[in-house]
């Protein structure tokens, strides 16, 4: 006997709720791994379809997140390209898109739950920020956000950082721009010539020509402060699963 993988949904119409009954009957692959489970009994759930276009369904979303760090999202959405979750869906609901969608979380299920096929890999980050204050905020975060392992290092200027990264190997850099001495788009620059390291940009400039700068510095994502909490989890989830990618490949 499995162990199923309760999936439940947030703020889905009526028509919706019948089209996801209606595949489990049809596509009886779901219903080996997966257990439909009513919205009202949503406690012990692993799996959430949220409508994502929907604000209160995705606050909704965010408490139990907060509440239960190990459940997983998959986003409903008629633009799925500006939503982020752990797996997005694009609407309407069809057949071949959910089998999809929960055969990636399936296999990631797997990865971080089955460690004598997949170990669990620690996924080094280094903080680059002259403000203190930033940096506690970004250690509290991450914490409190991600749930695979971190390694968490701190530079606090860009001669630091740098010094750093020649030094080890980190796999996600959330990195500064204005800093007395090297500034954040020398120091990706000069990351990026030797380096493969995925690096954010994380600052307070919004402008067009500045997010220009941040990309022609070679950085991998420009964010803006104060980051949102799916920003960051959807920056360091990207680099969870390429690790995982590798492993299974046996490449790290």
Sequence with gaps: MHDDIK???????????????SIFTLAPQLSEKFSLTPPDQLDEV??????????????????????NGLATSLMLSSQSESVVGDVVLQRPIRVQRLISALDDILQEQTQTSNPDKINQLEVCVLIVDDSYPVRKYMEHKLGELIREPLKLSFAASGEEAITKVNKKKYDIIFLDVM??????YKVCRAIKASKKAYIVMLTSKKSPFDKVRGTMSGCDAYVTKPPSDECLVKEVQKCIKYKYRMQ????V
């Design 7 to 21: 999936l439940s949904y947030i703020g889905l119409t009526d028509n919706e709720v019948r089209v996801l009954r």
């Design 248 to 251: 299974a490949e046996g490449l």
């Design 179 to 184: 800093m007395e001495g090297v500034d954040g």
């Design 46 to 67: 692993d799996v959430f379809l949220v409508d994502a276009d929907d604000s209160r369904s995705v606050e909704k979303w965010h408490q139990i997140k907060r509440a």
